[in-house]
């Protein structure tokens, strides 16, 4: 019976190709479109599943009445031997960027040196080890031997050239040079690189207990390894025993903490390893990646489109289906009960469902890299099948397959075999209404996302052209040694470089400073205010910047009043005769205008201390340090002789030539440092990455979502202009042209298409005003150009459906007439 | 045995009504061959609609065998048609996505027989009908005389108590249409009882009765003592 009704599906799927066709692209179209946004939920939903132990692993994380945060120190991690249930604690010390070197054994030429900044390297123990489930390719870790490191294979390549055989990078040396004593490290191990679904990333680790020799610190006693320490300098996690409860472990913690500094305000929570990504939820107050967002965002619109495309397959299957009608009267007539007849339908949607999912799979497996590079990311069809989100996702794909094929297969047989037999079938309203309204939802969400595309354009395109209050062209951004010898005879190298930079012919002007607008700064501090302040003016956020006297010049910055300091304001051990302020910082601090402050002092900590009253010499107007996210902030501008990054305007000409120049000069004056440099408008788009792949998706899945609901369309008009064949006919007998029989065909789907964008108007509208608070400044809605990107998402949704629907109607139309009519 | 005492039937749109059938009653006895003549719109479809339980009355009594059927349910009908009634209509109403053999097994396996059996008596009719050779073939490879012998096959494969014919020569040409009413009268000979619609006066001669209607009722009942020779 079932080989019987496998044959009578495909037969019937065969003899109608033209549905077919359409039902199984739309559905591939969908699927497609689903696989790709489970990859990206699976992708997020699964970060961290892969350790065997993830279950038992937490990360220490802290939390006062102002925040979290996961820095514990050598104090608290001494709890260990008075707390019961712990197996192992795996310790990182992250943020160690430096300068890593590899001199090949015997080998006296510089040029065989290899050397690179590396800023994804950190100290840890060897219980990271026990705890988390990293590979090795070669070697083991012995992290709690001094001056021993464990690397990644792409590591390995890196410095050691050394291909596929790892086994003959270990025992070799390398000189890391970062704040700590430069020190060497031999390689005990060769690891895996990091699986990109792990919130634990980086290229080396070396041995934390090599700083535990205060020989190797340096100057830094903050980082010292000894259980008196009380500096939360430490990214600590525990493995715990089977069977014991985070909980107990994070009171026993927090009753600890509390013995050592009774004054302390921690309280020390253990979180889940693997809600480090996403959050325990969208409230939870642990530090997080915040990926549940994505991910249900991502969920949501890969069921919206899949959705789409399970409509296309109940709209289009019950219309053509009603042609269908005469068989099933028959089958009936001659004994059929419903159960005979669902069980083909539900066969034919599940041959469907199949085809269009290897289509789909085809297709993911083609489209993978270019979708992959307009997200930026590298997933693959093996996250859909690896985490329980993915096969939910699965689940979700076969429950709509069935609730859809079991719709239309109810559908299609309720025919009263009495009412096909008289044979006006046809003309039934049955199931007319509710396709009106599937194919009213495609376009509300179509014409939704068109908008969203359009917004989101609109924002990318205000955001690359907005007025930021500096110049960023032809401003060329060189990362600052970090290797220095101080004591040269020619003074601070960096500071000589600068010089030497400033004489090339193409070096209009230099400057240097600790960090560079759509970066960061150097950091940001409360305690700021006027002598005559209140004493809750200290408690406001000031953000600080060092940099030399020629940064606002540089940068091509405006002063509102005053002018910019001097090279002799800087005193010297953090004293600053004279300060420049941004707008912000004058507002924040209570003046009433620029011209107020300027002369004014403001100080810093203590009072008493006058060396810390600092007079402001100059405030520049407000400009855009950060991306458009951020609100612009009140900033402090510091006199400096800054090394931490150059900036230089440059000349348009032979850029290659002169970056070759200015290379060669770096090698020269700062040997043993990379020579990095990018242009200062490449880093401060790149702030815009995410909101750059935000659009590419939002235009993808527009495409998409259109292209689905046309392809319903299309087949709706196909079967609208096949059921009034004989009424057009008797129109065009009566005189009717052509093109008033078009219009006749096309205003009825304009009108679901018109009541489709009053729908999707409000969701979009609300939606994408949501979206764009994630920007402090931001295109309006409430304007001229919302008005205009909602009326062209209707106008271009329109045009596609009439499009669609005009040229099956012209068909219909041009038909001969008398054909029509014998036809009935 | 048929027995219908009454029948009425009514057709309602939101402002009319139109009678369909105004008391109609008669009786078929088993083995009889009726002919059901009248013009277009007389009521005839309809008669033959309630006959073969596709439509209940909306008066009346309808007798089939031991069966009271005007009150069934739709299920109930569907159960007692596909045990004991066959139809062969005008426009043939095979299955285009089937084969010859599958259209004629269809009931069979509607029924629930078995393979072996459903092979058995499928080839058994088909031998009868002169189809076998077409057994592969899809109703639209077919010429219209062969069609209706696959649909008179369809008809009686399941050994029906009856067979109702709808208008069964109205596409055809008047030599198919021959063999197909001689079809049915010897079916008639050798046992069913057959019940047929028809426009034909000429082929209605070959029935044994012939009930004429006009306007939803019943005006003359002929009897023939022996029916037309084959």
């Known amino acids: 019976m079932l080989t019987n009704y496998l044959k009578l599906a495909f037969r019937a799927l065969w003899r109608r190709k033209f549905t077919t066709g359409i039902n199984v692209i739309g559905l591939a179209l969908g699927m497609t479109a689903f696989l790709f946004l489970m990859e990206f939920a699976s992708f997020h939903a699964g970060f961290d599943s892969f350790h065997t132990n993830a279950d038992r692993l937490f990360r220490i994380v802290g939390t006062t009445p102002q925040g979290s945060q996961d820095n514990v120190s050598p104090m608290m991690l001494a709890m260990r031997s008075q707390t019961h249930g712990i197996e192992a604690i795996p310790t990182f010390m992250t943020s160690a960027s430096g300068i890593i070197t590899y001199k090949p054994d015997n080998v006296s030429s510089a040029s065989q040196t290899v050397t690179f900044k590396e800023e994804d390297v950190a100290y840890g123990n060897n219980d990271i080890f026990r705890a988390f489930s990293f590979q090795f390719l070669a070697g083991n870790a012995d992290l709690d031997k001094p001056n021993t490191m464990v690397l990644t294979a792409a590591a390995a390549q890196k410095y050691f050239a050394c291909g596929e055989n790892y086994q003959s990078v270990i025992g070799k040396r390398l000189l890391v040079a970062n704040q ?395 004293k600053f005769r004279s300060v420049v302020l941004n707008e912000a910082s004058v507002v924040q601090l209570g003046f009433k205008s620029s011209s107020e402050a300027v002369g004014q002092f403001i100080q810093w900590g203590n009072p008493s201390e006058k060396s810390q009253r600092w007079q402001i010499c100059g405030v520049v107007k407000n400009y855009h340090h950060k991306s458009l996210h951020d609100a612009i902030e009140p900033i402090i501008f510091l006199p400096s002789a800054a090394t931490g990054y150059f900036s230089l305007r440059v000349t348009v000409e032979n850029v290659q030539a002169n970056m070759a120049a200015l290379e060669a000069l770096y090698k020269k004056i700062l040997p043993g440092n990379p020579f990095t440099a990018r242009f200062a408008d490449d880093i401060f788009q790149k702030q815009y990455e995410n909101d750059v792949r935000v659009g590419n998706l939002f235009a993808l899945f527009s495409v998409m979502a259109i292209v689905i609901a046309c392809l319903g369309l299309f087949g709706l008009a196909a079967f609208a202009a096949e059921s009034r064949r004989k009424e057009i006919g008797v129109r065009k007998v009566l005189g009717a042209t052509d093109a008033s029989i078009i219009t006749l065909l096309s205003t009825e789907f304009l009108k679901l298409v018109a009541i489709a964008f009053l729908i999707a108007c409000p969701v979009a509208f609300w939606l994408m005003s949501a979206w764009l608070q994630d920007f402090a400044y931001h295109v309006e809605l409430r304007s001229g150009f919302g008005v205009l990107v909602f009326v062209s998402s209707g106008i271009i949704a329109a045009l596609i459906a009439f499009i669609t629907i005009a040229a099956q109607a012209r068909k219909t139309a041009q038909a001969n007439a008398i054909d029509s009519l014998r036809y009935e | 045995m048929i027995k219908l005492r009454g029948i009425q039937k009514f057709y309602r749109t939101d402002e009319v009504e139109t009678t369909a059938l105004n008391g109609v009653s008669f009786d078929i006895q088993n083995g009889e061959f009726v002919a059901i003549m009248g013009p277009s719109g007389c009521g005839k479809s309809t008669l033959l609609n309630i006959l073969g339980m596709l439509d209940n009355p909306d008066n009346g009594e309808y007798h089939f065998y031991e069966h009271e059927v005007a009150g069934y349910s739709e299920r109930q009908r569907a159960e007692l048609r596909k045990k004991s009634i066959g139809f062969v209509f005008q426009s043939f109403n095979l299955i285009d996505e089937l084969t010859v053999y599958e259209n004629v097994e269809l009931p069979l396996l509607y029924l629930g027989f078995d393979a072996a059996y459903r092979k058995q008596r499928v080839h058994e009719v088909l031998e009868q009908m002169q189809m076998m050779h077409r057994r592969n073939h899809f109703p639209q490879q077919l010429s219209g005389g062969q069609q209706q012998r696959v649909a008179v096959s369809r008809a009686i494969v399941g050994k029906p108590l009856v067979i109702f014919a709808d208008e069964p020569t109205g596409n055809l040409d008047s030599k198919n249409g021959s063999e197909v009413i001689n079809l049915l009268t010897e079916l008639n000979k050798s046992g069913s009882t057959v019940v047929m619609v028809t426009h034909t006066p000429e082929f209605a001669e070959y029935a044994s009765r012939t009930i004429h209607l006009f306007d939803g009722q019943v005006v003359t009942e002929n009897f023939k003592s022996t029916a037309k020779a084959a």
């Open chain 1, 180 to 574: 700590f004593t430069p020190t060497e490290y031999a390689v005990t191990g060769v690891m895996r690189n990091i699986p990109e679904n792990s919130h634990l990333q980086g290229t080396m680790l070396f041995s934390l207990q090599t700083l535990a020799n205060p020989a190797n610190l340096g100057d830094n006693s903050w980082a010292r390894l000894v259980p008196d320490n009380g500096s939360a300098f430490l990214t600590a996690y525990l493995l715990l025993r089977d069977g014991t409860q985070a909980s107990s472990v994070a009171t026993q913690m927090s009753e600890f903490g509390k013995k050592m500094d009774p004054s302390t305000n921690i309280t020390w929570h253990l979180q889940p390893i693997r809600t480090i990504h996403t959050g325990n939820g969208f409230s939870d107050p642990l530090p997080n990646s915040a990926a549940l967002k994505y991910i249900v965002i991502a969920v949501s619109i890969a069921l919206f489109v899949l959705s789409l495309a399970w409509i296309n397959y109940i709209n289009l299957s019950t219309a053509f289906g009603l042609s269908r009608a005469r068989e099933i009267g028959v089958r009936k007539t001659i004994g059929a009960t419903r159960s005979h007849l669902v069980l083909p339908h539900l066969l034919e949607c599940a041959m469907l469902s199949v085809a269009a999912l290897l289509l789909a799979f085809t297709t993911v497996e083609l489209l993978q890299s270019s979708f992959n590079s307009l997200l930026g990311a590298t997933l693959h069809l093996g996250y859909v099948f690896q985490y329980g989100i993915g096969t939910w996702g699965m689940a979700a794909m076969l429950l709509g397959a069935l609730l859809s094929g079991s719709y239309v297969a109810l559908v299609l047989t309720g025919v009263k075999p009495i009412v096909v037999l008289r044979g006006n079938f046809i003309r039934s309203v049955n199931g007319r209404s509710v396709r009106k309204t599937l194919v009213v939802i495609q376009f509300a969400v179509s014409i939704a996302f068109i908008a969203g595309t359009l917004i989101v354009l609109r924002q990318l395109n205000f955001m690359s052209h907005r007025d930021l209050g500096m110049n960023l062209e032809q401003l060329l951004v060189i990362d600052g040694p970090q290797l220095v010898e101080n004591k040269s005879p020619g003074g601070n190298p960096a500071l000589v470089f600068k010089q030497e930079a400033e004489r090339l012919p193409f070096v209009r002007q230099i400057t240097g400073s600790q960090n560079i607008p759509g970066q960061g700064y150097n950091f940001s501090t409360q305690g700021i205010m006027r002598p005559s302040g209140h004493s809750d003016d200290a408690k406001k956020s000031y953000k600080i910047l060092q940099a030399d006297e020629n940064y606002f010049s540089t940068y091509q910055m405006t002063f509102g009043e005053g002018k910019g300091f001097q090279k002799t304001d800087n005193l010297g051990g953090f």
